[in-house]
């Protein structure tokens, strides 16, 4: 594999060719955040995409670019424009956490090319006719949490998220499925993903006394919120979303981390998986990924890279069959004809069963409620 660096304004461009000379037949376009705030999130899955590249799908060859976003959405517009008019790209993916993914999803709309967002995204429906989302639906993760939260006796809630989609996105889940629930909301906080202070956000909470706190953020980012709760005295439950599961979070929360509950994907933990074909897909994932990092440096976010180069292997092939040449806008809708037609795609995170409707495609065998206890992943009481 020839790997080339080039650097740009903003981004680190690296090209991935499985051909030396000869141009690849199918070309994907990835856009990653392994630079900025959310480094953690786009750092594995690009490490992902490096272990598990394949030279080729259904006998063609792979052409991938990968660029750096550094969490921004105008350089993930800009990369993605790039992708379809100077590489011509069948496929995007990216990108690694809500606001460059919608920003990426708009020029997929716009110029009629499948993407694969590797990050939740906030998009209306009408505008997803060309965005499939890797990671869990919020709706779908959220409904676990607000349940447990529901069964625990829990009636009050303060929320503390990022200052932006993505803590729209759990406010908006909160007010559609929490409050129907009995659940209130007596405080909700905002913070950016840069920040590194929350205690007036902080206060505020613990003034409210909550049942229970959720934390609508992602990546070491939601450790943040863990650890300033405890030390100001808060000793209810802490609730995090899929955003937050990663061993870097236990690690920088500390003791503090202990007792947190989170929705996660089960790719993680491939012993509480109990679909044969997942729990297949989840220890090849993880044995992968440690077998190159080490122990316990596994995270769902990688896991949404391998599962999008799984389902290419299922699409590719059924595109191909329609005698559309990778490079045309008949591949482009070939792609996105079998993405909709093909169905219980086995991953390490669920079976995907997209519909012209559903472009999450993935239901409650996607999701498992976890722990902290002792420094590690349990299953939630």
């Known amino acids: 594999m020839k790997v080339r660096y080039g650097i740009s304004t903003l981004a680190l461009a690296v ?8 141009q690849a037949d199918v070309t994907i376009g990835i856009s990653l955040s392994t630079t900025g705030p959310a480094a953690a999130l786009g750092i594995p899955e690009k490490n992902m995409i490096e272990l598990l590249l394949p030279k080729e799908i259904g006998g063609e060859k792979l052409k991938v670019i990968m660029l750096d976003d550094a969490g921004d ?21 990216g990108s690694s956490t809500t606001p460059p993914s919608n920003a990426i999803g708009a020029v997929a709309l716009e110029t009629a090319t499948p993407h694969f967002a590797l990050g939740p995204v906030a998009i209306p429906p009408e505008r997803m006719k060309y965005t499939f989302v890797m990671p869990q639906d919020v709706k779908l993760m959220a409904d676990v949490i607000f349940k447990h939260m529901k069964s625990k ?32 909301l007596v405080a909700d906080e905002r913070y950016a993903r840069a920040d590194t202070s929350v205690t007036g956000q902080t206060l505020k909470l613990v003034a409210a006394r909550p049942d229970a706190v959720l934390v609508a953020a992602s990546g070491t980012g939601a ?55 997942m729990k297949r897909e989840a220890e090849t994932y993880v044995k992968m990924y440690e077998g190159k ?12 890279a391998y599962d999008a180069f799984k ?43 997209f519909t012209p409707t559903d472009h999450a495609g993935l239901d409650e065998r996607a999701r498992v409620l976890l722990s902290v206890k002792n420094g590690d992943w349990a299953p939630a009481p």
Do not use: C
């Open 223 to 277: 450790a943040l919120p863990q650890v300033a709760l405890r030390e100001r005295g808060y000793t209810g439950p802490i609730y995090q979303t899929h955003g937050a599961v990663t061993k870097d979070f236990i690690r920088i929360a500390g003791k503090a981390a202990e007792g947190a509950i989170l929705a996660s994907g089960p790719a993680i933990v491939p012993d509480m998986v109990k679909d044969p074909g």
């Open 15 to 22: 090209a991935l060719s499985m051909a030396s000379a000869a």
């Open 311 to 353: 389902i290419l292997e299922r699409i590719i092939p059924v595109a191909l069959k329609s005698g559309a040449k990778p490079g045309t806008k008949e591949f482009r809708a070939a792609l996105l004809k079998a993405l909709e037609s093909e169905k219980e795609i086995v991953a390490s995170q669920g079976v995907f069963n």
């Open 153 to 184: 006796g829990i009636t009050t809630v303060g929320v503390i998220g990022f200052s932006d989609s993505w803590g729209d996105l759990w406010l908006g889940q909160f007010k559609r499925l929490a409050e129907p629930m009995g659940l209130k």
């Open 73 to 93: 959405a105008t350089q993930a517009t800009t990369n993605a424009r790039r992708f379809v008019t100077d590489d011509k790209a069948d496929l995007i993916m």
């Open 293 to 304: 990092y080490g122990k316990d440096s596994v995270t769902q976010f990688g896991a949404h």
